[in-house]
């Protein structure tokens, strides 16, 4: 099954922006399938952070945002903090009449500096 | 608050079997479709299983087709993970997720704490 690829990690000094690609292919990203994108902090489990390519659940910071592009998709962190020192993951769908597989992103840390 | 706690996880050895429970509350379960997504220790997400919220139709990773069988009982407020013929690289944190309602197919908006299952 496909795979999506991030970066292993990111970097940046508090107030920096950051962003992680997520990159996909023609049968999920490309085939117009939403992404979304999860924070896990260490010891704890995924929270999504934004769903259907762009929208912030509430609760969630205007300093994320998310866009997407042909095959890929990225997350920005604006104004980064030191909370936001995580995993981060996008997902989207492999989608097709007979199947409909999840699939994930190899995941980025970002380290705040 | 949506509450999801799974159960069931533990040392197996390899080619025995385990099956995972995964309570949920505070919701109409019978209305969402849930998923189980796993974690290896150190490693990235895995999605492992999907299955509709009337258990009409289940989907599998290619990983796990043919040994896991995911199920749920509605009146029960239960998903189940039911894993056989259990492999070394299937340690891993057992998530059980909510499937949202917002977007189709939508975003996994609620996540349980995890199980941990060790084939060894």
């Known amino acids: 099954q496909s795979v999506l690829t991030q970066p292993p990690s990111v970097s940046g000094a508090p107030g920096q922006r950051v962003t992680i690609s997520c990159t996909g292919s023609?049968?999920?990203?490309?085939?117009?399938?939403?992404v979304n994108w999860y924070q896990q902090l260490p010891g704890t489990a995924p929270k999504v952070l934004i769903y259907?390519?762009?929208n912030r659940p509430s609760g969630v910071p205007d300093r994320f945002s998310g866009s997407t592009s042909g095959t890929s998709a990225s997350l920005a962190i604006t104004g980064l903090q030191a909370e936001d020192e995580a995993d981060y993951f996008c997902q989207s769908c492999d989608s097709s009449l007979s199947a409909r597989n999840y699939v994930f992103g190899t995941g980025t840390k970002v380290i705040v500096l | 608050q949506v509450q999801l706690v799974e159960s069931g996880g533990g040392v197996v050895q390899p080619g025995r079997s385990l099956r995972l429970s995964c309570a949920a509350s505070?919701?109409?379960?019978?209305?969402?479709?849930m998923h189980w997504v796993r974690q290896a220790p150190g490693k990235g997400l895995e999605w492992v299983a999907l299955i509709w919220f009337d258990g009409s139709k289940r989907y599998y990773a290619d990983s796990v087709k043919g040994r896991f069988t995911i199920s749920r009982d509605n009146s029960k407020n239960t998903l189940f993970l039911e894993m056989n013929s259990l492999r070394v690289d299937d340690t891993a944190v057992y998530y059980c997720?909510?499937?949202?309602?917002?977007?189709?197919?939508?975003?996994?908006?609620?996540w349980g704490q995890g199980t941990l299952v060790t084939v060894s």
């Open positions: 259907g390519n762009t």
């Open positions: 505070r919701f109409t379960f019978s209305a969402y479709a």
């Open positions: 997720a909510r499937e949202s309602l917002k977007i189709a197919p939508g975003d996994l908006d609620y």
């Open positions: 023609s049968s999920n990203i490309g085939a117009g399938s939403d």
